[in-house]
T-cell receptor
Framework: SAVISQKPSRDICQRGTSLTIQCQVDSQVTMMFWYRQQPGQSLTLIATANQGSEATYESGFVIDKFPISRPNLTFSTLTVSNMSPEDSSIYLC???????????FGQGTRLTVV | AQRVTQPEKLLSVFKGAPVELKCNYSYSGSPELFWYVQYSRQRLQLLLRHISRESIKGFTADLNKGETSFHLKKPFAQEEDSAMYYCALVDRGNTPLVFGKGTRLSVIA
Protein backbone atom coordinates (compact mmCIF):
# COMPACT_ATOMS: atom_id res chain seq x y z
CA SER A 1 0.00 0.00 0.00
CA ALA A 2 0.96 3.65 -0.25
CA VAL A 3 0.14 6.58 1.97
CA ILE A 4 -0.10 9.92 0.23
CA SER A 5 0.05 13.24 2.01
CA GLN A 6 -1.32 16.11 -0.01
CA LYS A 7 -1.34 19.73 0.99
CA PRO A 8 -2.89 22.15 1.30
CA SER A 9 -6.21 20.46 1.92
CA ARG A 10 -8.04 23.58 0.84
CA ASP A 11 -7.38 27.14 -0.16
CA ILE A 12 -9.20 30.22 -1.32
CA CYS A 13 -7.18 32.21 -3.84
CA GLN A 14 -7.50 35.44 -5.73
CA ARG A 15 -7.82 35.27 -9.49
CA GLY A 16 -4.57 35.83 -11.30
CA THR A 17 -2.46 34.22 -8.59
CA SER A 18 -0.91 30.75 -8.53
CA LEU A 19 -1.14 27.88 -6.08
CA THR A 20 1.28 25.00 -5.70
CA ILE A 21 -0.06 21.70 -4.40
CA GLN A 22 2.36 19.21 -2.88
CA CYS A 23 2.08 15.45 -2.86
CA GLN A 24 4.33 13.23 -0.73
CA VAL A 25 4.28 9.42 -0.96
CA ASP A 26 5.65 7.13 1.71
CA SER A 27 7.31 4.85 -0.84
CA GLN A 28 9.14 5.25 -4.13
CA VAL A 29 6.89 5.16 -7.16
CA THR A 30 7.63 5.47 -10.84
CA MET A 31 4.54 7.38 -11.87
CA MET A 32 2.36 9.87 -10.11
CA PHE A 33 -0.89 11.12 -11.54
CA TRP A 34 -2.67 14.42 -11.07
CA TYR A 35 -6.44 14.58 -11.43
CA ARG A 36 -9.00 17.35 -11.34
CA GLN A 37 -12.52 16.87 -10.08
CA GLN A 38 -14.77 19.75 -10.95
CA PRO A 39 -18.05 20.18 -9.06
CA GLY A 40 -20.44 17.40 -9.98
CA GLN A 41 -17.97 15.87 -12.41
CA SER A 42 -15.75 12.83 -12.44
CA LEU A 43 -12.00 12.71 -11.99
CA THR A 44 -10.23 13.98 -15.08
CA LEU A 45 -6.56 13.21 -15.55
CA ILE A 46 -4.42 16.32 -15.90
CA ALA A 47 -1.01 14.76 -16.36
CA THR A 48 1.30 11.89 -15.55
CA ALA A 49 4.49 12.81 -13.73
CA ASN A 50 7.59 10.67 -14.14
CA GLN A 51 10.73 11.29 -12.17
CA GLY A 52 13.51 12.74 -14.29
CA SER A 53 11.41 13.67 -17.29
CA GLU A 54 8.75 16.17 -18.25
CA ALA A 55 5.21 15.42 -17.32
CA THR A 56 2.86 14.07 -19.96
CA TYR A 57 -0.27 16.19 -20.25
CA GLU A 58 -3.69 15.10 -21.35
CA SER A 59 -5.67 16.86 -24.02
CA GLY A 60 -6.93 20.18 -22.77
CA PHE A 61 -4.18 20.66 -20.20
CA VAL A 62 -0.93 22.52 -20.86
CA ILE A 63 2.32 22.91 -18.99
CA ASP A 64 2.10 26.69 -18.82
CA LYS A 65 -1.15 26.48 -16.91
CA PHE A 66 -0.35 23.39 -14.81
CA PRO A 67 3.42 23.09 -14.38
CA ILE A 68 4.44 19.93 -12.58
CA SER A 69 7.63 19.05 -10.80
CA ARG A 70 8.85 15.56 -9.95
CA PRO A 71 12.23 15.98 -8.27
CA ASN A 72 12.39 12.46 -6.83
CA LEU A 73 10.48 9.20 -6.58
CA THR A 74 8.40 10.21 -3.57
CA PHE A 75 7.37 13.79 -4.26
CA SER A 76 5.55 15.89 -6.84
CA THR A 77 4.00 19.31 -7.10
CA LEU A 78 1.26 20.68 -9.29
CA THR A 79 0.93 24.42 -9.77
CA VAL A 80 -2.29 26.00 -10.92
CA SER A 81 -1.14 29.20 -12.59
CA ASN A 82 -2.90 32.49 -13.28
CA MET A 83 -6.04 31.18 -11.67
CA SER A 84 -9.57 32.03 -12.68
CA PRO A 85 -12.87 31.00 -11.06
CA GLU A 86 -13.11 28.18 -13.61
CA ASP A 87 -10.13 26.55 -11.89
CA SER A 88 -12.16 26.06 -8.73
CA SER A 89 -12.05 22.34 -8.25
CA ILE A 90 -10.65 19.49 -6.21
CA TYR A 91 -7.18 18.45 -7.27
CA LEU A 92 -5.96 14.95 -6.44
CA CYS A 93 -2.68 13.17 -6.74
CA UNK A 94 -2.56 9.43 -7.15
CA UNK A 95 -0.14 6.54 -7.49
CA UNK A 96 -0.64 3.03 -8.75
CA UNK A 97 -3.84 1.91 -10.40
CA UNK A 98 -2.40 -0.32 -13.06
CA UNK A 99 -3.39 -3.92 -13.56
CA UNK A 100 -1.21 -5.12 -10.70
CA UNK A 101 -1.74 -2.55 -8.00
CA UNK A 102 -4.63 -0.58 -6.68
CA UNK A 103 -4.60 3.18 -6.95
CA UNK A 104 -4.01 5.29 -3.86
CA PHE A 105 -5.12 8.86 -3.59
CA GLY A 106 -4.24 11.90 -1.63
CA GLN A 107 -7.01 13.50 0.35
CA GLY A 108 -7.40 16.17 -2.29
CA THR A 109 -6.99 19.92 -2.40
CA ARG A 110 -10.19 21.90 -2.59
CA LEU A 111 -9.40 25.09 -4.45
CA THR A 112 -11.75 28.05 -4.63
CA VAL A 113 -10.80 30.97 -6.83
CA VAL A 114 -12.54 34.27 -6.13
CA ALA B 1 -11.22 5.96 -26.81
CA GLN B 2 -11.80 4.55 -23.40
CA ARG B 3 -15.01 5.61 -21.72
CA VAL B 4 -16.80 4.69 -18.53
CA THR B 5 -20.47 5.52 -18.15
CA GLN B 6 -22.38 5.61 -14.92
CA PRO B 7 -25.90 6.62 -15.90
CA GLU B 8 -27.17 7.48 -12.43
CA LYS B 9 -25.86 10.52 -10.56
CA LEU B 10 -27.89 9.67 -7.49
CA LEU B 11 -29.42 6.46 -6.26
CA SER B 12 -31.57 6.34 -3.15
CA VAL B 13 -32.64 3.05 -1.60
CA PHE B 14 -34.12 1.97 1.70
CA LYS B 15 -32.04 0.06 4.21
CA GLY B 16 -32.29 -3.65 3.50
CA ALA B 17 -33.23 -3.16 -0.13
CA PRO B 18 -31.07 -4.48 -2.96
CA VAL B 19 -28.66 -2.11 -4.64
CA GLU B 20 -27.35 -2.04 -8.18
CA LEU B 21 -25.01 0.68 -9.37
CA LYS B 22 -24.66 0.57 -13.12
CA CYS B 23 -21.42 0.88 -15.04
CA ASN B 24 -20.86 0.46 -18.76
CA TYR B 25 -17.58 0.85 -20.53
CA SER B 26 -16.33 1.43 -24.01
CA TYR B 27 -12.99 -0.09 -24.86
CA SER B 28 -11.75 -2.20 -27.70
CA GLY B 29 -9.32 -4.36 -25.75
CA SER B 30 -9.58 -6.25 -22.48
CA PRO B 31 -9.55 -3.70 -19.70
CA GLU B 32 -9.35 -4.20 -16.00
CA LEU B 33 -12.39 -2.84 -14.20
CA PHE B 34 -12.60 -1.42 -10.70
CA TRP B 35 -15.02 0.13 -8.29
CA TYR B 36 -13.73 2.92 -6.07
CA VAL B 37 -15.66 4.41 -3.16
CA GLN B 38 -15.44 7.70 -1.32
CA TYR B 39 -17.14 7.93 2.05
CA SER B 40 -17.93 11.29 3.55
CA ARG B 41 -14.76 13.16 4.52
CA GLN B 42 -12.53 10.27 3.45
CA ARG B 43 -10.28 9.84 0.48
CA LEU B 44 -11.07 7.79 -2.55
CA GLN B 45 -10.27 4.11 -2.04
CA LEU B 46 -10.52 0.84 -3.87
CA LEU B 47 -13.65 -1.21 -3.20
CA LEU B 48 -13.11 -4.12 -5.54
CA ARG B 49 -11.61 -5.17 -8.87
CA HIS B 50 -13.02 -7.63 -11.33
CA ILE B 51 -9.95 -9.84 -11.55
CA SER B 52 -10.15 -10.75 -7.87
CA ARG B 53 -13.79 -11.83 -8.14
CA GLU B 54 -14.29 -11.25 -4.44
CA SER B 55 -17.04 -9.77 -2.33
CA ILE B 56 -16.14 -6.71 -0.30
CA LYS B 57 -18.52 -5.37 2.33
CA GLY B 58 -21.20 -7.50 0.69
CA PHE B 59 -20.68 -5.90 -2.71
CA THR B 60 -19.99 -7.91 -5.84
CA ALA B 61 -19.46 -6.93 -9.45
CA ASP B 62 -19.35 -9.20 -12.46
CA LEU B 63 -17.69 -8.22 -15.68
CA ASN B 64 -20.01 -8.87 -18.62
CA LYS B 65 -17.92 -8.50 -21.75
CA GLY B 66 -20.89 -9.06 -24.03
CA GLU B 67 -22.78 -6.15 -22.53
CA THR B 68 -19.56 -4.26 -21.63
CA SER B 69 -20.89 -3.78 -18.14
CA PHE B 70 -19.52 -4.02 -14.62
CA HIS B 71 -22.49 -3.34 -12.39
CA LEU B 72 -21.99 -3.19 -8.62
CA LYS B 73 -24.52 -5.10 -6.55
CA LYS B 74 -25.40 -5.71 -2.95
CA PRO B 75 -28.43 -7.72 -1.83
CA PHE B 76 -29.18 -5.72 1.32
CA ALA B 77 -28.11 -2.10 1.59
CA GLN B 78 -26.84 -0.69 4.87
CA GLU B 79 -26.76 2.91 5.99
CA GLU B 80 -22.96 2.86 6.08
CA ASP B 81 -22.96 2.11 2.36
CA SER B 82 -23.96 5.71 1.68
CA ALA B 83 -21.08 7.12 -0.33
CA MET B 84 -19.90 8.17 -3.76
CA TYR B 85 -19.06 5.23 -6.03
CA TYR B 86 -16.85 5.44 -9.09
CA CYS B 87 -16.40 2.82 -11.75
CA ALA B 88 -12.99 2.88 -13.42
CA LEU B 89 -10.92 1.02 -15.95
CA VAL B 90 -7.30 0.65 -16.93
CA ASP B 91 -6.01 -0.93 -20.10
CA ARG B 92 -2.47 -1.93 -19.24
CA GLY B 93 0.22 -1.52 -16.64
CA ASN B 94 1.23 1.94 -15.50
CA THR B 95 -1.47 3.77 -17.37
CA PRO B 96 -3.84 5.92 -15.36
CA LEU B 97 -7.35 5.00 -14.46
CA VAL B 98 -10.27 6.29 -16.46
CA PHE B 99 -13.20 7.11 -14.21
CA GLY B 100 -16.93 7.31 -14.67
CA LYS B 101 -18.76 10.35 -13.33
CA GLY B 102 -19.74 8.59 -10.17
CA THR B 103 -23.00 7.64 -8.50
CA ARG B 104 -23.96 8.90 -5.09
CA LEU B 105 -25.66 6.15 -3.13
CA SER B 106 -27.95 7.23 -0.34
CA VAL B 107 -29.32 4.53 1.94
CA ILE B 108 -32.37 5.65 3.83
CA ALA B 109 -33.16 4.22 7.24
Amino acid sequence: SAVISQKPSRDICQRGTSLTIQCQVDSQVTMMFWYRQQPGQSLTLIATANQGSEATYESGFVIDKFPISRPNLTFSTLTVSNMSPEDSSIYLCSVGGNTNTEAFFGQGTRLTVV
Amino acid sequence: AQRVTQPEKLLSVFKGAPVELKCNYSYSGSPELFWYVQYSRQRLQLLLRHISRESIKGFTADLNKGETSFHLKKPFAQEEDSAMYYCALVDRGNTPLVFGKGTRLSVIA
